[in-house]
């Protein structure tokens, strides 16, 4: 069952309030320029004490103007500081200029606390399908594409795969050598319609089996027009 909520107002997030808990293992997962996006993930399958778990939890604050985080966090509560932790916590950054909805979110884990000052946190709880890199990767309902980083905007490219890698993907050959095989891919077609009633046709993303393909389809197919999927083959 989908659980998540987005917090950025004053009445809901009101100070010393406990707004998340969770006995789950988080990880710092992904940060972005864009935004200043910070996510922390809980993933799905076995975690080290041995408990088993269906679903995904991604905690997201944004936009972010400072923290004290640690790389994972076993169990992790947020909570809104109180005002006197939020101006013991500013005045420990005097070179920060902080804006008015600059929020103080607590992050409590085995006796210690951590912080995050953002203006707005949320969570969300689902089982993450195969080509959903994250829950808050957004797609432009006008450039309909498989986001291939996990927050959007501005990324390094690590997660670019090399040709080498490709190729490996699909073959055990070595790369350089003649192309006479061939290995079906599968392209997920988007058809969009602009305000003004035009009408453009292309290609979302890629993928190396059908299934992945139906995956990414079910989740963009709301935000287009239209869409399918066509095989081609790809030379190995």
């Not at 992050?107 to 080509?131: F, K, R």
């Not at 095989?181 to 993928?207: I, N, Q």
């Amino acid at each position: 069952m989908t659980n998540r909520d987005w917090l950025n107002t004053d009445h809901q997030l009101i100070p010393g309030l406990e707004v998340f808990r969770s006995d789950r293992r988080f990880q710092l997962w992904a940060y972005s320029v864009s935004h200043s996006q910070l996510l922390l993930r809980s993933n799905a399958g076995e975690d080290r004490q041995g408990c088993s778990h269906e679903t995904t939890i991604e905690v997201m604050f944004k936009p972010v103007t400072t923290v004290k985080i640690r790389d994972a966090y076993n169990g992790l509560a947020i909570r809104c500081a109180t005002p006197e932790e939020a101006e013991r916590i500013k005045t420990s950054t005097p070179s920060i200029e902080f804006l008015r909805d600059d929020r103080v979110f607590a992050l409590e884990t085995q006796g210690e606390t951590d912080y995050v000052i953002a203006m707005a946190v949320g969570w969300h709880e689902d089982i993450l399908s195969p080509t959903r890199l994250s829950f808050y990767a957004a797609i432009d309902p006008y450039e309909p594409r498989w986001p291939g980083t996990l927050l959007g905007g501005a990324d390094a490219g690590f997660t670019i795969a090399s040709a080498e890698e490709l190729i490996n993907s699909l073959s055990d050959s070595e790369p350089g050598q003649r192309r006479d095989h061939w290995r079906a891919v599968y392209v997920v077609m988007t058809k969009v319609t602009y305000p003004k009633g035009e009408t453009e046709s292309s290609g979302a993303g890629v993928f190396l089996s059908r299934a992945d393909a139906e995956d990414f389809k079910a989740l963009i197919q709301e935000r287009v027009t239209d869409c399918w999927i066509e095989q081609l083959p790809i030379a190995i």
